[in-house]
């Protein structure tokens, strides 16, 4: 096939593929890990490169985003195949010719030290990502709340429980329980060293350091707090990874993730249910009025609704084989730099079929 009469059927597949694009963009959250694979699929033929051109002459959804490059920003936008930092027709025909005629291989996403897929590769937390990213929050929540104490993934030092309440295409990571610093009554360490097998082509969601809000406690800030309350008492709480007491660090297969600050995430309140004989969690039944010191019942029943804040890591599908991760965080509450929160946490994922 000619590269002149390829473009010219392309150009024809583009108007009839307009409607459809605009449809798909509006629904789905997508990314690519290789440069050219402008529809997200994974595989790089002609179909991206109707995407292109469709986005190029008939104003249809953009190429996908490209998964980031442990943290930092891709070396080329998705579809710029020739790396000159324009997306135009010249990219549509280095891409045709490097799909049929033994040409260039489009410019890597990540340069030419980080290898083309190669990890971490990690979603972007903007756009449509950032609902994702929120949504994803909220679920991680309810996955870790609902789950009963015996056995818990976050009580589980060795890795035994990992695949305690996954479901889906998303596998949920997390911290651990802290203890008290034996030395030290102000400081509370969190540490586990996991083995996990996890299966092929599963997200991979965690927090390096995570809080919220909710109406199950007294006081915090309320347990009959209202949606607007619970997201602003959130948001106060927030692990800002550019708040001087905040520290924060990730890193997979020995590759850091940089710029953290990117993944701080806020949830909407949502609804959640507790584990009846958990003992990590006790429902309040009255709290104290903060004005008047008077002590106040709490209704029981009643809605148990939880914001979130936290920095999250969404992490594209790891290849088969063995992985580590590893996530450190510390959160230091007050002047005092002995009174503190400290998490580290260690995975070995093996990635099977």
């Known amino acids: 096939m000619s590269t002149r009469f ?94 049929f005629s033994g040409g260039l291989e489009p410019a890597l996403a990540c340069g030419d030290g980080f290898g083309a897929s190669a990890g971490p590769r990690v979603l972007p937390r903007n756009g449509q990502n950032s609902q994702l990213y929120s949504r994803l929050a909220a679920r991680w929540w309810q996955w870790a709340l609902s789950l009963p104490a015996t056995d818990h993934p976050l009580a589980d030092e060795t890795g ?12 949920f990571l997390g911290g651990a329980f802290a203890i008290v610093d034996p030395d030290n009554p102000f400081a509370f360490i969190a540490e586990a060293d996991r083995v996990c ?14 809080t919220g809000c909710d109406t199950f406690e007294a006081n915090f800030p309320s347990c009959t707090a209202t949606d607007e309350e619970l997201v602003e008492c959130a948001k106060e709480f927030a692990p800002d990874p550019t708040a001087p007491n905040v520290t924060v660090e990730a890193e997979v297969d020995g590759t850091s993730i940089e710029n953290l600050d990117r993944f701080l995430t806020f949830s909407s309140p949502f609804d959640f249910t507790l584990d009846e004989d958990d003992p990590f969690v006790e429902v309040a039944t009255e709290e104290t009025d903060p004005d008047t010191g008077e002590i106040i019942p709490c209704p029981i029943p009643r809605p148990l609704r939880f914001a979130d804040s936290g920095v999250y890591i969404l992490m594209a599908p790891l290849r088969k084989g063995t992985h580590h991760i590893h996530f450190f965080g510390k959160l230091v509450f007050s002047e005092d730099p002995l009174s503190f929160f400290q998490l580290t946490i260690d995975y070995t994922l093996i990635v099977g079929n």
């Open 6 to 99: 390829a473009i010219s059927a392309l150009m024809t597949a583009a108007l009839l593929l307009t409607v459809s694009a605009r449809e798909l963009s509006a629904e789905t959250v997508e990314y690519a890990l290789d440069n050219g694979d402008t529809n997200g699929d994974l595989t790089r033929e002609l179909s991206d490169a109707v995407h292109l051109v469709s986005y190029l002459f008939r104003d249809t959804a953009p190429p996908v985003p490209l998964a980031l490059c442990g943290g930092a920003d891709t070396a080329v936008e998705n579809g710029d195949s020739n790396g000159d930092g324009l997306r135009d027709l010249s990219d549509v025909v280095h891409f045709l010719s490097w799909q």
């Open 197 to 210: 097998q996890v299966p092929k082509g599963k997200f991979i969601f965690f927090p390096i350091l995570n």
């Open 160 to 171: 035994e429980n990992c695949d305690a309440g996954q479901s889906g295409n998303v596998w």
